[in-house]
């Protein structure tokens, strides 16, 4: 069964900066492309990165472009993303998922950025 479990969010102040962590277990997780996806307050789901199952390609939305950034390491079975310079609207419900609309995403992690 797969489970992952998203931590590291929470408060910031804009212009802040958060570590996202994802645990990942229940399958291959080294054979795996795996995605960033968030959800906005009254808003869907949105893509915001990928990276290849070796860790390569990494991809990104336009509006975290250059101020995100994600990795893996696969021998924890862990995804991350560093979260830089954050605005307001990137407040949301991030999640890890298996793909980039979200199938198999856990509970998510909450990252708020106001001032």
């Known amino acids: 069964e797969v489970q992952l479990v998203e931590s590291g969010g929470g408060l910031v102040q804009p212009g802040g900066s958060l570590r996202l962590s994802c645990a990942a277990s229940?399958?291959?997780?080294?054979?795996?492309?795996m995605n960033w996806v968030r959800q906005a307050p009254g808003k869907g789901l949105e893509w915001v990165s990928s990276?290849?199952?070796?860790?390569?390609?990494?991809e990104y939305a336009e509006y975290v472009k250059g101020r995100f950034r994600i990795t893996r390491d696969n021998a924890k079975n862990t995804l991350y993303l560093q979260l830089n310079n954050l605005q307001s609207e990137d407040t949301g419900m991030y999640y890890c998922?298996?793909?980039?609309?979200?199938?198999?995403r856990g509970q998510g992690t909450q990252v708020t950025v106001s001032s």
């Open positions: 998922a298996l793909d980039r609309l979200g199938l198999g």
């Open positions: 229940g399958f291959a997780f080294w054979e795996r492309d």
């Open positions: 990276i290849k199952y070796g860790g390569a390609n990494p």
